[in-house]
């Protein structure tokens, strides 16, 4: 999981895991490892989500006890937040999906069955 974080390839931890910003290269190009056989569909978007309202929105209800700015304040300020947070962690959550997968040995083929 630590190499899927750093966006390397699970099996050798040093080629690039990915070619595009989440397009996952079918092929390392260090050790040949086949990184497209590990499922990550829906799993990095929701770690992303869960992970950034932890972390946001206490803050989100700090600042509305505080100050308690209008709504579209609130929304003003927050949504763009919230936005560029989980949009910058998506590689990094589908990498370390990545790298679980490969971890416990969960490839497409055998989550089908």
């Known amino acids: 999981m630590k190499r899927g974080l750093r966006l390397r ?4 931890g040093e080629g ?3 070619q595009g910003f989440l397009k996952v290269r079918p092929r390392c190009e260090v050790c040949g490892a086949d990184n497209a056989a590990y499922p990550s569909d829906d799993a990095p978007p929701y770690l992303a989500l869960l992970l950034v309202g932890h972390i946001v929105f206490p803050f989100v209800f700090w600042s509305d006890k505080v ?3 209008e709504l579209w304040v609130q929304f003003a ?3 763009p937040i919230v936005l560029g947070v989980t949009v910058g962690l998506l590689p990094f959550m589908k990498g370390m999906v990545i790298g679980f ?3 416990t040995g ?3 083929s055998s989550a089908r069955q």
Do not use: G, K, N, S
């Open 9 to 12: 390839c699970p099996e050798c």
């Open 101 to 103: 997968a490969w971890a």
């Open 16 to 18: 690039h895991l990915f």
């Open 106 to 108: 969960v490839t497409r």
């Open 77 to 79: 300020i927050w949504l």
């Open 67 to 69: 100050w308690a700015p």
